[in-house]
């Protein structure tokens, strides 16, 4: 069972806007990552936060999390060609205990347009 | 430093035959990690390892086994194949504790 459902599950915008993909969950969670896979590629980590976070910035990524909405929100500004990927959440559940098991949604396909 | 890596690339098996995955890693990871993705999905965890000689069971482990004899390799068997079968597999790795995982490029298989 997915853990994790993005939405949208695809976004397509021009380059230079902004494109923010949403994450919601259902069980307590130690942290929430992001990851991006470009077409054809293995998944790269972007960013992690956790539970007792808020809000993290890495460069253009700004990651918000909801505890008691169980949400989670990417936000990428200034968006480039490059960019076009999908985006998908992972928990790390409390239940996995020191496993440190990651759960994924189904990702969100971003598309930006040049 | 050639991070995660697997082999082989791509596969083509008959139902029935068997195989064998290789990933390893050259970041002396405790934690690695076996899934698949299949189309419009996310990762499904089939088995894992929090270190030399331990395995345990995913979500999705049937069909599936594993081997974590040396640090730096995790292996995943499959007996007899079958269509069900067909996925992108990926291989994983991570610190002990808490982070992000590494990936590696992913293993096409297809059974017919």
């Known amino acids: 069972s997915q853990q994790g459902e993005e939405d949208p599950q695809a976004l397509s915008i021009q380059e230079g806007e902004n494109a923010t993909m949403n994450c919601s969950y259902k069980?307590?969670?130690?942290?929430l990552q992001w990851y991006r896979q470009n077409s054809g590629r293995g998944l790269v980590h972007l960013i992690l936060?956790?539970?007792?976070?808020r809000e993290k910035h890495s460069g253009r990524l700004r990651v918000t999390l909801d505890t008691s909405k169980k949400s989670s929100s990417l936000l990428i500004t200034a968006s480039r060609a490059a960019d076009t990927a999908s985006y998908f959440c992972?928990?790390?559940?409390?239940?996995?205990?020191?496993?440190?098991?990651?759960?994924f949604g189904s990702g969100t396909q971003l598309t930006v347009l040049p | 430093n050639a991070g995660v890596t697997q082999t082989p690339k791509f596969r083509v098996l008959k139902t029935g035959q068997s195989m064998t995955l290789l990933c390893a890693q050259d970041m002396n990871h405790e934690y690695m990690y076996w899934y698949r993705q299949d189309p419009g999905m996310g990762l499904r965890l089939i088995h894992y390892s929090v270190g030399e000689g331990t395995t345990a069971k995913g979500e999705v482990p049937d069909g599936y086994n594993v081997s974590r004899l040396k640090k730096q390799n995790f292996l995943l068997g499959l007996e007899s194949a079958a269509p069900s079968q067909t996925s992108v597999y990926f291989c994983?790795?991570?610190?002990?504790?808490?982070?992000?995982?590494?990936f590696g490029p992913g293993t096409r298989l297809t059974v017919l």
């Open positions: 994983a790795s991570s610190f002990v504790g808490s982070g992000g995982q590494f």
């Open positions: 069980t307590s969670i130690n942290n």
């Open positions: 936060i956790r539970s007792n976070e």
């Open positions: 992972a928990t790390d559940q409390i239940s996995s205990g020191s496993a440190r098991q990651l759960t």
